[in-house]
């Protein structure tokens, strides 16, 4: 029968992390559930949505913690109403106690809430991962390359494999992350300081965006590991689980071509505030588009939205080279393209009204490259 | 033909007031719009839902507007779109033209965007009201009162009249304003510094909550005008009209009374937290009450809610005297009543286990009161 008492904000903080695998509309009810294993030397909280799932340990010695453990044990408690109840109480600390089968009392201060949990049998295994040969990434290098690519990924359901992002280490050092909705392609590389087993795996957009979340600035470094349909992510006190999507992705490769007509360096703030304009304009029209055009070196947008009005604008560069060239494309993509790059310039290149035109930053190489599919007017 | 020219932020700002009046799903299609009205001296923009409506001026000589009139006319533009189009204009300073009858052609560095909009002949004429005898309030302390009584109306439409703020002016300077739902009230009285005639009205009180939005802290008095079914608040820049509810309020002074049993003096956050507790857990049975028990000067807080758990806690209070007392009541009135009560110590008065309590502010007498109805158990 659990017993222990512990730091109230810390413990809340732990398990504000851990219900971020959880939702409270799981099709399995006892998912909405936050796990609680009391053993000898911590605390471990689990939760979990069957895509995700998050196991946070408390160590007796961590200080900030001031945990203090009586006796051990393990208990289902609804996520939601427990973390409203910790973050209620009166006290800087609680005492947890089990005071009979599956049933608790929570005392801090004056104040005396007794809950009741389900027994821990009920809740699902989550699978195991082996934890050999890690992958140490930094933290924030996998938080900026899921910025970078998972708003490109298809939110749609109707091809599941592109609502992943694909990635894939080849020759045990070079990393890439691609993601499509076959509208746009977002791609980043990078060579890892430390070398790795060859893997080619698609995650959830989804769950890497939740992953970005979970892990805060102040961890440096995460290891990760793969192994069957499961990938962890594993910090000193964090262990996210997320499943891998089944099925091929789609050779994107053969999509980025090095022949190109016309290029410009832009300023990427001035050529975002000139597409969130234009956007408002052809968001009036279904599947509108903003056409961009290019002549003797001089770029302007225009948008024309017979029930709202239109859009006329010349936009400054800062480079252009190449043919003369007129195309149009749904503003979005560019706006979002835009928004994941975090250079101050950007350079487009062109090879014809029909062919996808490719985004990469303008101080670097095409270690980031994006895509964006032309639309086919008149 | 409209022509004018003006300082981006600053009429960014005035529409922004305007459209607080403003829905987008009205009834009334037309009513989506912003009027603006250019004459010699200014701008006007107006909005209304029916209920409210803003009138906002902008003058030629206020220098922060930057503006400068060519041409004066009139015009309709819906009110978002329009809104989010200036706010995406890329310079400082906007010129706004009319080009053809009700087309507005916006020019802002090198972007020219061409808007449609409606003859201003489409919209609806606003009730006028009288504009003599002004009673002049102080800002703060109509937005306080509006504080205080508002969250008590009752949000539904089965008793409309419930749904309204009494204000009641007697005697030219004995001003009073309620708000009863039938199962709280909560009643602010003050004696104005400067007589008015006297009234009896009432008010929606989400018009009054959008008039606290509407008056900046930086507006210090306002002067109000009655005439007819429209109400009046008027700064230098804006104007906001109500409409009043029509129909008898019921007679509240008849609840209170000054007889009581038990009174207590309690910490208001301390009392606060406490309800917040109880609420979380009674708030999972339907209607769920808290107990109060009052014995020999002690208080303690009891909810059971046998599908998730229970409460007992014991309340501190800083003084007590009368008679023992058990009590239940829904905790949400009492957490919003406690929320309205600025401050530090509330009194509470307790008749019976079967009579409204009344709460007032511990360093006050009783020119702010609220009443709770008791729920009865067993």
Redesign the interface.
């Known amino acids: 029968m659990i017993n222990f008492s512990i730091n109230k904000a810390f413990f809340l903080q732990a398990l504000n992390t851990t219900k971020r695998a959880i939702s409270s509309k799981n099709a399995i009810p006892i998912l909405s559930s936050i796990k609680i294993d009391v053993h000898a030397t911590g605390i471990t909280l689990t939760g979990s949505n069957g895509q995700i799932s998050i196991e946070n340990s408390i160590a007796s010695n961590d200080e900030n913690a001031g945990l203090l453990i009586s006796e051990t044990g393990s208990i289902l408690l ?1 996520a939601n ?1 427990f973390i ?2 910790i973050s ?3 006290d800087i600390s609680l005492d947890f106690k089990e005071i009979e089968h599956s ?1 608790v009392l929570l005392t801090s201060g ?7 949990g389900k027994d821990v049998e009920q809740y699902p295994r989550l699978q195991e991962v082996a934890t050999s040969n890690p992958l140490v990434f930094e933290t924030k290098v996998l938080k900026t390359l899921i910025a970078e690519t998972a708003f490109a990924a298809s939110t749609q359901e109707s091809r599941p494999i592109l609502t992943g992002i694909h990635l894939v280490l080849t020759e045990h050092k070079n990393f890439k992350a691609v993601a499509t909705d076959s509208h746009r392609m977002s791609q980043r590389k990078l060579v890892l300081e430390n070398s790795g087993d060859n893997f080619d795996v698609v995650l959830p957009s989804r769950s890497l965006r939740e992953f970005s979340a979970v892990f805060g600035d102040d961890i440096e470094t995460v290891e990760v590991f793969l192994s069957g349909s499961q990938i962890l992510f594993r910090s000193e006190t964090i262990s996210f689980y997320a499943r891998m999507l089944e099925g091929a992705y789609p050779d994107t490769d053969r999509l980025l071509v090095s022949d190109f007509e016309t290029e410009i360096l832009f300023d990427t703030n001035n050529l975002r ?2 597409m ?2 234009a956007h ?2 052809s968001n ?1 029209t279904q599947n509108g588009t903003v056409k961009l055009e290019i002549v003797d070196g001089k770029v302007s947008a225009h948008v024309n939205s017979p ?10 560069t800062l480079e252009t080279s190449g043919n003369d060239l007129t195309i149009s494309f749904n503003p979005t993509y560019l706006i979002e393209s835009l928004k994941a790059l975090k250079s101050e310039t950007v350079r487009i290149r062109f090879i014809s009204p029909v062919r996808p035109f490719t985004l990469t930053p303008g101080d670097d190489g095409e270690n980031f490259i994006q895509l964006i599919t032309p639309v086919r007017t008149n």
Not at 110 to 116: A, F, G, R
Not at 307 to 312: A, H, L, M, P
Request: negative net charge; proline residues 3%; without cysteine.
């Open positions: 609804e109403f409203n109840i209620s109480l009166p049933q004056k104040s005396e809430i007794t809950l009741k505030s000139a969130e304009r408002l304009i009036a029930e709202v009005g239109k859009v006329n604008e010349e936009i400054d």
